[in-house]
């Protein structure tokens, strides 16, 4: 069993591609049929070789020596040579049959892509769902409509420039309320990120959504685990960016306050970044800003206020500034049927073994 997958494995070898930055590894869907069907034909051809030569045993039969031929018989010596010949059908039949039984076996290709290193950042976005954000927003560039929708449109552009800036990031986004929810995790599939910033950025789903309160703390908690679930913590490049009208409806977070849980970012080296949009003062109080701005500083990030469109803009592109860090990515692609060369390779053998008994009768005989 052991041999008959070394000597798959050797035929596989054949058809790797070279300079392909992709490694591609077969996998077999029925290989187990395959391997019993070839044992199966070699015990089949082994039986018919010991009933052969049975057959041809008679007793009292004995091997002798011939003599030289004369010269006269030269040629009838070389006729009964190019009797040997007539085994090359029955050969080029067996030859194709490791190529059938692979095909057989179904392979199927996965291109694995090797893992690349390269600059960018891990970013995880915050987008802020609660009744605060139910405000208006004049927008031109961006989506007009409340503050909500129109920081969905903010996170949306900000993603679009990791599409077309120099940088492998990787992103993840969390829309919170009273609660946090993590809707997309770490990835470089940026039309995915978008895809779900379309669904959560419209007005009925904001009215659908369940949290209205604000606890940013939670959000930002969620975030740092995140990171670690990851295992990117205290790497290079790790960054959260928050999109909030800044009002907190509570001053604690399971016995941590707002100073602990951005303590806990600092310590994982993740630097804040929060841009503040407008508030509606009537719905509450608001943290002043001072207390976001020397919050936010002791992690290494960012605070701020945005109090119009241009001002969330700019903030984007200073944060686009930033030094990127190292991202390892290893992607896959789908897996795709690999049973036709081996098909081929098989169909070749015997239509040769094929071609070589119709035109000569010597190749009709078993051997």
Known sequence: MIEIQQFIGSIQRVFERVGNPLREELN????????LGIVVLLLAVIGMLVLRYVR?????????????LPPHRRRAASVLSLAVLRHGAFVLFL??????????????????????????????ILIDASLSMDTAFSTERLRAGNTFLANVAAAEYFVRRRMEGPYHDLVSLVQFGSQAYIVTPFTNDYENVLLSMGLIGTPEEYDRFPDHGTLIMEAINRGVQMFETFNFLRATGNLMVIFSDGQDTHAVYEDLS???????????????????????QELGDLLPDITWKLAVERTGGKFFPAANENAIIEAIEEIDRLTPG??????????????????LVAIGFWSMALALVLSFRQFRRFP
Do not use: C, M, W
């Open 258 to 280: 707002l100073d602990d849980i951005l303590q806990q970012a600092a310590d994982n080296d993740i630097p804040v970044y929060f841009i503040r949009t407008s508030y509606n």
């Open 326 to 343: 190292q991202i390892k990515v290893q992607q896959y692609v789908t897996r795709h049927p690999e049973f036709s060369p081996f098909a």
């Open 56 to 68: 041809t045993r008679h007793p009292g039969r004995t091997d002798v020596s011939v003599p030289a």
């Open 95 to 124: 030859g194709g049959l490791p190529f059938f039984f692979v095909a057989l076996a179904a392979p199927q290709a996965a291109l694995i892509q090797e893992e690349q290193t390269s600059p960018g950042h891990r970013i995880t």
């Open 28 to 35: 077999y869907v029925r290989g187990q049929e395959a391997t």
